[in-house]
T-cell receptor, first 114, second 112 residues
Framework: AAGVIQSPRHLIKEKRETATLKCYPI?????VYWYQQGPGQDPQFLIS???????DKGSIPDRFSAQQFSDYHSELNMSSLELGDSALYFC?????????????FGSGTRLTVV | KQEVTQIPAALSVPEGENLVLNCSFT??????LQWFRQDPGKGLTSLLL?????REQTSGRLNASLDKSSGRSTLYIAASQPGDSATYLC???????????FGKGTKLTVNP
């Protein structure tokens, strides 16, 4: 079965650079969520989109932005990167807003800021 | 504010043992609870999803129960194997927000 696809798997950037992370949800899933997991931490919710509209916002820095496109894939744009942005970034998708059917997570993008 | 606690934080058992991981949450008004497995540096694999109207879910050697009124869930792993070694995360979906609230996980080590 198709899963949530994230790219790239690994990314190394320097401070103050920009990074773009991509997420392709499970086919027919219309809701996408982004989470950040720092070393030894539990995942923290950043932002979500339902039917291409932002549906909720968590602890996402102003330096980050995201959108969901017409094909339901999503991109997380991160600017002015800081060392503290080094983390695993997960995308998840679900059918319908509200996570009622449960979340399916991708394998994540490991971002390292040097 | 919903808080999710997992006990114990770490657990080491010999192969073949049956074990129970605990998860508690402070606000019982949840829509569902999901158990995930995470291998080091890897993604989150969904193990079991329990809707608020359900009492338990089973998948193979795994059984998860939910007592919404008392704010508790348990994940039972039967006949543990070294391949079960991972961190197990419990997460609740509450509604009114799109986010899952995670516990900090239980790191399980199954020794051969």
């Amino acid at each position: 079965a198709a899963g949530v696809i994230q790219s790239p798997r690994h990314l190394i950037k320097e401070k103050r650079e920009t990074a773009t992370l991509k997420c392709y949800p499970i086919p027919r899933h219309d809701t996408v969520y982004w989470y950040q997991q720092g070393p030894g931490q539990d995942p923290q919710f950043l932002i979500s989109f339902y039917e291409k509209m932002q549906s909720d916002k968590g602890s996402i820095p102003d330096r980050f932005s995201a959108q969901q496109f017409s094909d339901y894939h999503s991109e997380l744009n991160m600017s002015s990167l800081e060392l503290g942005d080094s983390a695993l970034y997960f995308c998840a998708s679900s059918l319908g807003s509200g996570g009622v059917g449960g979340y399916t997570f991708g394998s994540g993008t490991r971002l390292t800021v040097v | 504010k919903q808080e999710v606690t997992q006990i114990p934080a770490a657990l080491s058992v010999p192969e073949g043992e049956n074990l129970v991981l605990n998860c508690s949450f402070t606000d019982s008004a949840i829509y569902n609870l999901q158990w995930f497995r995470q291998d080091p540096g890897k993604g989150l694999t969904s193990l079991l999803l329990i809707q608020s109207s359900q009492r338990e879910q089973t998948s193979g050697r795994l059984n998860a129960s939910l007592d919404k009124s008392s704010g508790r869930s348990t994940l039972y792993i039967a006949a543990s194997q070294p391949g079960d070694s991972a961190t197990y995360l419990c997460a609740v979906f509450q509604g009114g927000s799109e986010k899952l609230v995670f516990g900090k996980g239980t790191k399980l080590t199954v020794n051969p």
